[in-house]
């Protein structure tokens, strides 16, 4: 079975229990919830039975412990995750508002993740790796995106293919380097997982499908469109697959791209039609909405398999 390997940031979430403006005021909070989204893409590979790992970087305290047993008890390969003595792991705080738009409080690029380096043992998990999954969250300063430029390169040297999600926001684009640094990724991605407007992110295009073309035309194998509550499209040129939402109540939509993106690699790297790669990752996208917690929402392959066979999907 080919194996899968992220770079990038672990953290832990807390969560507003309550709906509202921010944070400026004193809260009731849930959590720390494991998170980070190139750790929950890895989680839910492990949690397919898929062989993988990540690396990355925690601190010596109770939030990188969750982390490290968590990802460990779902089968992931964590030797190349380093704890820094001096570092404290990374942390969000996320609330809701009332029209489901997320507020975030960040500390991720000045805690132990900032410290995610080469190393002895991420190079020895790349070279094992078939596959690498790269996230535009994780390309937060330079150095970081020089190790992920690094595991491309070393990826790819010995045959292996990439997926990128960019998962960016656009205010990161202003960053010294950074649209260039995408632009580079892009270029050399097989399988390119944008959700909604991120399909425009690195386009003058101002149509879905002339942005597809050019896409592809950068040699490109797979565009995969997440369209959150409105599922998702698949494009390689020669096929167009759309997979609408399984019907499901959301209670935490976070993470559920990632859910997705990791059922579609791992689908994909298994060698499955495209139709039933999407219907997976949908499955699994839907199951990760429908409960509390970014890496809460992850799913065993019974699972979502059982869930796709109730072929329940929602009018879109
Ligand atoms: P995030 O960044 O919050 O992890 P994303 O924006 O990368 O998510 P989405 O498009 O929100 O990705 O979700 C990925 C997939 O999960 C969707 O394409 C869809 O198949 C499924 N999904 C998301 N939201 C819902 C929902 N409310 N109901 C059913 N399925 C959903």
């Given amino acids: 079975m080919k194996k899968i390997v992220a770079v990038g940031e672990i953290v832990v979430e807390i969560m507003a229990t309550e709906p509202g403006d921010g944070f400026r005021e004193p809260l009731s909070l849930i959590g720390p919830y494991p998170s980070g989204?190139?750790?929950?893409?890895?989680?839910?590979?492990?949690?397919?039975?898929?062989?993988?790992?990540?690396?990355?970087?925690?601190?010596?305290?109770?939030f990188g412990h969750l982390n490290m047993e968590r990802l460990r008890a779902d089968g992931a390969d964590v030797s190349a995750v380093t704890v820094a003595p001096e570092g404290v792991t990374g942390s969000a705080f996320v609330r809701y508002r009332s029209d489901g738009e997320r507020d975030f409080v960040f500390n991720i690029k000045h805690s132990a993740c900032?410290?995610?380096?080469?190393?002895?043992?991420?190079?020895?998990?790349?070279?094992?790796?078939?596959?690498?999954?790269?996230?535009g969250s994780s390309l937060f300063s330079e150095s970081i995106v020089a190790l992920i430029r690094h595991a491309m390169d070393r990826v790819k040297a010995r045959g292996g293919t990439v997926s990128f999600d960019p998962n960016v926001r656009k205010e990161m684009l202003t960053l010294s380097g950074m649209r260039a640094a995408l632009e580079t990724i892009l270029g050399e991605s097989d399988v390119f997982l944008p959700s909604g407007p991120e399909l425009f992110l690195l386009s003058t295009a101002t149509e879905e499908e002339d942005a597809i073309a050019e896409?592809?035309?950068?040699?490109?194998?797979?565009?995969?469109?997440?369209?959150?509550?409105?599922?998702?499209?698949?494009?390689?040129?020669?096929?167009?697959?759309?997979?609408?939402?399984f019907a499901v109540t959301e209670v935490d939509p976070t993470g559920a791209g990632d859910c997705f993106g990791a059922t579609f690699v791992t689908a994909w790297l298994r060698g499955l039609a495209p139709a039933r790669a999407l219907r997976l990752a949908a499955a699994a996208?839907?199951?990760?909405?429908?409960?509390?917690g970014p890496m809460?929402?992850?799913?065993?392959?019974?699972?979502?398999?059982?869930?796709?066979?109730?072929?329940?999907?929602?009018v879109t």
């Fill in 296 to 314: 809460e929402g992850t799913s065993t392959e019974h699972d979502i398999e059982t869930f796709a066979a109730r072929r329940h999907v929602a």
């Fill in 37 to 62: 989204a190139p750790a929950i893409f890895i989680d839910q590979v492990a949690r397919l039975g898929q062989p993988c790992g990540l690396i990355s970087c925690v601190g010596p305290d109770d």
């Fill in 285 to 292: 996208g839907a199951l990760a909405v429908t409960r509390k």
């Fill in 114 to 135: 900032g410290r995610i380096t080469r190393s002895t043992e991420g190079d020895r998990l790349l070279d094992s790796a078939d596959h690498l999954h790269v996230m």
């Fill in 215 to 245: 896409i592809l035309d950068l040699g490109v194998t797979a565009v995969v469109l997440k369209r959150g509550a409105d599922g998702a499209s698949y494009y390689d040129g020669e096929s167009t697959v759309h997979h609408p939402a």
